[in-house]
């Protein structure tokens, strides 16, 4: 058993840190609770710099323009875009459309739609998520019809985040509406200048703007459809457990606990530090117990793709613990911080730059890859074995 | 990153699961307790015999040499049976002590004993303050030992103690060998929930030979730390292992037991719980294992040690709670088991200086 990496490992996790450390400057960083226009566009240079590297895609197939190493080489890369706070781009392509695409897609698609991925070129939205079909997903209404060498779209996806700079949404529409739910849905990549598609803004309270995106008439070619008609939801399914280490999402806290931790070293109290205050002591340690569970659960999940293995219950595991330990970091920290707590990103006098204000509004995001109530019913019924 | 066990690590999973499942039933669980005595000598030597006892002690002295992922393995396994026996005291924290401080001679003299089972040894290191005020002195061309233990395990049962003593200098730790049977040495048994065999003990101007003390006179501190911290990682193996045979019970429970004409584990209400529970045990096993992998290739584990425990401590008050509260007023009756598991997750979380202790260590090492 060896929990370390291995030295080439190693080696990559140093260059990519260096790497990053170099070209990211203060004003890229996103601290939580802070996106803009031009932190997403230095980030979209910032991946094709990555690209160039064939760091971007590391965990793919050399064939389709990735780095032909593991599920913990691309967790490294996760885990140090988060901690160095690039701004979030080009998710959904690289960890979901585009392995869905290795597995499931058709050559000419593989050509068409793996390369600009590879080399950061293309932005990827998510169309899963429907106003009436939320946990439920699979209840999803939006309407995919045949009409000869075309489908016509017709319904809405809510909480389409990146639509603003997606060039392609990468959704679920149901294709036959006799079926039962799960078996008559499929996965589709669509162009998002497509006609007929329009967007509502619906602003985060992170400050990330995602959106309703709604489709009236959209006809798209049967080329667009990813792998086997109506078996799209399995085909998301087993895609959705691929890329669920979530390794950016845990370092990305643990940036803000780091800098908490030396802020409370520096900051005078009471004739010492705030972090030798007792109280303060124990929640900051209490913290760190919490957040070094969650790191060993995701590197796990990893672990466990690297070796070809599918974390079913493991990546809802990790994905639950850590959404736990972010709302316990931030709640402890804002009772830390008190006041000063409150001073948003904005305000020049907050303490690490307001990444705690931030933080505390991004820790209400309890619902990534489904709710905490729908992890623990996968934890229950297919990590437990309990009857559904 | 392998996060694997070995073969052989899964053999001895499997080999130990069997054995103790065969030979450790509740019903000795129950035995032992209502005797007080805290152990089964009969299984005690059955443990000798499979080279248990010798698992981590070192091979040129009868051991088997293995490292701490081993050791975690078979304690894993201890934990889920319940298993009531010194080995966390006399072979994991007694047996480290001998094998880090001892002389040649001292380590040639006992550590084969203490694998074949021959010896059984107890440690008195906690006082009723903080630090440590028994104190040894020279007399003669031997020592004489003052002061008082608290929490002495397995005290009467032993055949030899070791009393961790200041001497003239402060700070300088002497590990003296002593019999409780020796004069000036008394005990008085604490009470302790599960019958768990602990005591206050009084060292009255107790003599101790011209080789009585570990190393040497003030020779004793490091190796204190390095046992300790043994001693913790076998403890979270424990609480691991009973926290995941916890989960185990209750899952089969939950598919069993219908109610409203239902299987309870159809319930949300009741999936939800197991799910938590899960969730920490995962974590907990997975920090402890870290650990222990950080201290067999050498690296200070000395926080990752207290994140394990306390994470082990959480998970531990977790699937007590979990436990009673889904088998619920079964489980509040003294024949049902559940009520055994929960009793030695209260003695694990006290242990080695319980949550709060881990905490204290963890600000410690963030520089707090």
């Known amino acids: 058993m060896r929990f370390t990496f291995s030295q080439e490992q190693q080696q990559f996790r140093q260059e990519v840190c260096a790497f990053l450390r170099e070209e990211m400057s203060p004003e890229y960083e996103t601290v939580f609770g802070t996106f803009s226009e031009e932190k997403y566009w230095f980030s979209r240079d910032l991946f094709r710099r990555l690209a160039e590297r064939r760091w971007l895609t590391v965990g793919w197939p050399e064939e389709y323009g990735g780095g032909g190493k593991t599920f913990l080489e691309q967790s490294i890369l996760d885990e140090q875009i ?145 792998g086997q008609e109506n078996q799209g939801w399995y085909h998301a399914m087993t895609t959705l457990d691929y890329e669920r280490a979530g390794l950016e999402r845990y370092a990305r806290v643990r940036r803000t606990f780091d800098d908490l931790l030396s802020f409370s070293k520096s900051a005078p109290y009471r004739g010492g530090v705030f972090g030798k205050d007792p109280l303060v002591r124990h929640k900051l340690a209490k913290v760190k117990v919490g957040l070094e569970g969650w790191a060993a659960l995701c590197w796990k999940v990893a672990w466990m793709q690297s070796r070809g293995e599918v974390p079913n219950a493991e990546a809802s595991i990790a994905f639950l613990y850590g959404t736990k330990q972010r709302l316990y970091f931030a709640q402890e920290a804002m009772e830390i911080l008190g006041k000063f707590g409150t001073l948003t990103p904005e305000c020049d006098t907050a303490p690490i730059q307001g990444a705690i204000e931030g933080l505390s509004r991004e820790s209400m995001h309890m619902h990534g890859a489904g709710t905490m109530e729908i992890h623990r019913n996968i934890i229950a019924q297919r990590g437990l074995g309990l009857p559904r | 990153m392998d996060l694997g066990l070995n073969q052989a690590q899964e053999m001895l999973r499997r080999t130990a699961r069997g054995f103790l499942e065969a030979n450790c039933p509740t019903t000795l669980v129950r035995e032992v307790e209502a005797s007080g005595e805290g152990y089964s000598p009969e299984l005690w030597a059955q443990m000798a015999e499979l080279g248990w006892l010798g698992l981590s002690l070192p091979a040129e002295y009868g051991g088997e040499g293995g490292d701490a992922v081993d050791q975690l393995v078979l304690s894993e396994e201890m934990g889920r049976a319940l298993l009531p026996s010194p080995y966390l005291t006399s072979v994991v924290t007694c047996g480290r002590l001998v094998a880090l401080a001892g002389s040649l001679s001292q380590r040639a003299t006992l550590l084969p004993r203490l694998a074949r089972g021959e010896l059984l040894m107890s440690p008195a290191l906690g006082e009723e303050g903080v630090g440590c005020s028994a104190k040894v002195v020279k007399e003669g061309s031997g020592y004489r030992l003052n002061g008082v233990k608290t929490f002495v395990p397995f005290a009467a049962a032993a055949d030899m103690l070791i009393c961790a003593a200041g001497g003239l200098d402060d700070g300088e730790v002497s590990l003296c060998l002593v019999s409780p049977n020796a004069d000036g040495v008394s005990i008085e048994p604490h009470a302790s929930l599960a019958g768990y065999p602990q005591a206050r003990m009084e060292f009255n101007d107790v003599e101790i030979g011209v080789d009585g003390i570990l190393g040497g006179v003030g020779e004793g501190g490091d190796a204190l730390g390095e046992a300790l911290a043994w001693a913790t990682l076998v403890q979270c193996g424990e609480m691991v292992g009973r926290g995941r045979k916890i989960l185990e019970m209750v899952i089969d429970y939950a598919k069993s037991r219908v109610q409203f004409g239902r299987p309870i584990g159809a319930f949300q209400a009741i999936q939800h719980q197991l799910a938590d529970l899960r969730v920490a045990v995962d974590a907990a096993e997975l920090l402890t294992y870290r650990a222990a992998c950080s201290m067999s290739e050498g690296r200070n584990c000395a926080e990752e040690i207290a994140l394990a425990k306390a994470s082990a401590d959480e998970m531990s008050r977790m699937s007590t709670v979990v436990g009673h509260g889904v088998y619920a007023g079964i489980s509040y009756t003294v024949e049902h088991d559940m009520q055994l598991y929960s009793a030695r997750n209260k003695l694990s979380e006290a242990g080695s200086g319980g949550t709060l202790g881990q905490i204290d260590r963890i600000a410690g090492s963030m520089g707090l």
């Not at chain 1, 701004?87 to 593989?110: H, L, S, Y």
């Not at chain 1, 932005?123 to 999803?140: I, M």
């Open chain 1, 82 to 226: 988060g901690y160095h706070r690039v701004q979030r781009v080009g998710i959904t392509g690289i960890n979901f459309a585009g392995p869905a695409i290795i597995k499931f897609g058709t050559p000419e698609q593989k050509a068409r739609y793996l390369p600009p991925i590879a080399r950061g070129e293309a932005e990827y939205c998510q169309g899963f998520t429907e106003p009436d079909a939320g946990s439920d997903l699979a209840s999803l209404q939006m309407r995919a019809e045949a009409d000869g060498d075309q489908y016509v779209l017709n319904g809405s996806k809510m909480f389409t985040s990146y639509y603003a700079h997606a060039d392609f949404i990468y959704l679920l529409a149901r294709t036959d509406p006799d079926a039962p739910k799960h078996r008559g849905i499929s996965l589709f990549i669509v162009e998002m200048d497509t006609p007929g598609i329009s967007t509502r803004p619906l602003p985060y309270i992170n400050g990330e703007v995602a959106a309703q995106t709604f489709f009236d008439n959209v006809r798209v070619p049967r080329t667009c459809l990813v």
